[in-house]
């Protein structure tokens, strides 16, 4: 009698276990595929940005100071911008209790850069791969312009450490006509375009930040267009 009730314990037992494991594979299953698939739509949306080599980001720095287009130079001036050997980093906006991470300026902006009132002018999918491509500053490779100097990122923070006055920068910097920083440029899946930020800073109340959207021609990059992102 006893080694029956026992049996009959066990196999109620084995079968609370089995209907437990079914409900659980009918219930949770779904749950776990549903995240599996969302994960892959995730992976699979992230955005891959094509830097630009260290040749193609001389050619197209040289392009934008051949052109002068977005930068604030009076016409007929033969001066030359500065431009630090790093190049500009943009960030997402602190949002809450964040703080933006140091190399973070509040210039140029993702959300700026990323707005969708730009759709029409530049493809967003390229303005994504710019924002991706400059989440940290990276080294600028010098390109022996005849348009700009280049010069230490140490040397140019050291002259504008002093807020609010440009005066030293201008005395470490007596030929120059502001500062320029590029961000790493960005390339198009099928290599036609480019697209990089400008930023040029001649005073307090004197810079302007641009969006400069190129197209190769042969071997040469040509500016298509320049959007205006900010100007003081």
Not at 149 to 174: H, I, N
Not at 183 to 194: E, K, L, M, T, W
Request: proline share 4%; aromatic share 6%.
């Amino acid at each position: 009698m006893a080694n029956s009730r026992t049996g009959r314990i066990r196999r109620v037992f084995w079968l609370s276990t089995i209907l437990v494991g079914i409900s659980t594979i009918v219930i949770v299953g779904p749950m776990i595929l549903h995240a599996a698939k969302e994960r892959r739509a995730v992976a699979a949306s992230q955005v891959k940005p094509i830097s630009a080599t260290d040749a193609e980001q001389r050619e197209i720095i040289r392009a934008v100071l051949k052109s002068r287009s977005g930068l604030l130079i009076p016409p007929g001036s033969d001066g030359k911008p500065l431009v630090a050997n790093y190049t500009a980093a943009i960030c997402e906006p602190a949002t809450g209790g964040d703080r933006a991470a140091t190399h973070c300026g509040a210039l140029p902006g993702a959300d700026s850069i990323s707005n969708t009132d730009l759709d029409a002018a530049i493809p967003r999918s390229l303005r994504l791969e710019l924002i991706a491509a400059n989440a940290h500053p990276s080294r600028l490779v010098d390109g022996h312009w005849d348009q700009a100097d280049l010069s230490s990122y140490s040397s140019v923070a050291e002259a504008l450490k002093e807020a609010g006055t440009w005066q030293r920068f201008y005395t470490t910097f007596p030929n120059s006509i502001g500062l320029v920083e590029f961000s790493r440029a960005v390339i198009s899946n099928d290599g036609s375009h480019a697209l990089i930020y400008v930023g040029h800073y001649a005073g307090g109340l004197a810079g302007r930040g641009s969006l400069q959207y190129l197209t190769r021609r042969d071997e040469t990059w040509v500016i298509s267009s320049v959007v205006g992102l900010w100007m003081s």
